[in-house]
């Protein structure tokens, strides 16, 4: 299995709602991403875990809140967001940090729109 | 900081041509990343280079890379319309990777 799903592929929200976006992989990776992709632009890097633990926060403000409750499930927690975080929201996997090969597979996205 | 910058940004060529898209990247980094990515859809990784001197190729698309240079290419051979798409190169440095800012390729029939 060399597949990353998301859910769900399509949010609308409005600026006071809470919701959550999930992540979840198969394969034994160990390090699993959050990415923020605006039209026509490359992916951001929001988040980075390692082993169920935040390695990299690229100074994301805090009304993203990630969650890795296990080797296999990543979630993001969305509370106040602002019309401008509506995007694509990408999460991807790939084996531990520090195995020499850090190719990261992409799931389909969810996106977001803030209203 | 690590900069990756990828030209041409923008590229429609004609089927059955040949052309290269180049990407530049300005630290020290032995692993090189091409994604493809669909007009709203997610990325799919086509090549991961690892080397200096590795070639990678896949159907039409082949991707090399020169370490010393800090130079990948990605090489089109006569291009067929089902490659139009956004082609990202990546480069990874500090447990991360850098996308440049993709090439959105437009190939007419």
């Known amino acids: 299995d060399t597949e990353v799903t998301q859910t769900p592929k399509h949010l609308v929200m409005g600026m006071t709602n809470k919701k959550s976006l999930k992540c979840e992989q198969h394969?034994?990776?160990?390090?699993m991403y959050w990415y923020k992709q605006k039209a026509k632009k490359p992916p951001e890097l929001m988040f980075v875990?390692?082993?169920?633990?935040?390695?990299i926060n690229e100074s994301v403000p805090s009304r993203f809140s990630p969650e890795c409750p296990n080797s296999s499930l990543l979630n993001l927690h969305l509370h106040a967001l602002q019309p401008e975080d509506s995007a694509l929201y990408l999460c991807?996997?790939?084996?531990?940090?520090?195995?020499?090969?850090?190719?990261?597979?992409f799931g389909p996205g969810t996106r977001l729109t803030v209203t | 900081e690590l900069k990756v910058e990828q030209n041409p940004l923008f590229l429609s060529m004609q089927e059955g041509k040949n052309y290269t898209i180049y990407c530049n990247y300005s630290?020290?980094?032995?692993?090189l990343y091409w994604y493809r990515q669909d007009p709203g859809k997610s990325l799919e990784s086509l090549f991961v280079?690892?080397?200096?001197?590795a070639v990678k190729q896949e159907g039409r698309l082949m991707a090399s890379l020169d370490t010393k240079a800090r130079l990948s290419t990605l090489h089109i051979t006569a291009a067929v319309h089902d490659l139009s798409a956004t082609y990202f190169c990546?480069?990874?440095?500090?447990?991360?990777?850098?996308f440049g800012k993709g090439t959105r390729l437009h190939i007419l029939p």
């Open positions: 991807a996997s790939s084996q531990a940090i520090g195995t020499g090969s850090y190719e990261q597979y």
């Open positions: 394969m034994g990776h160990r390090a």
């Open positions: 875990y390692s082993y169920e633990k935040l390695s």
């Open positions: 630290t020290t980094s032995d692993r």
């Open positions: 280079l690892l080397s200096n001197g």
């Open positions: 990546a480069v990874d440095r500090d447990d991360k990777i850098i």
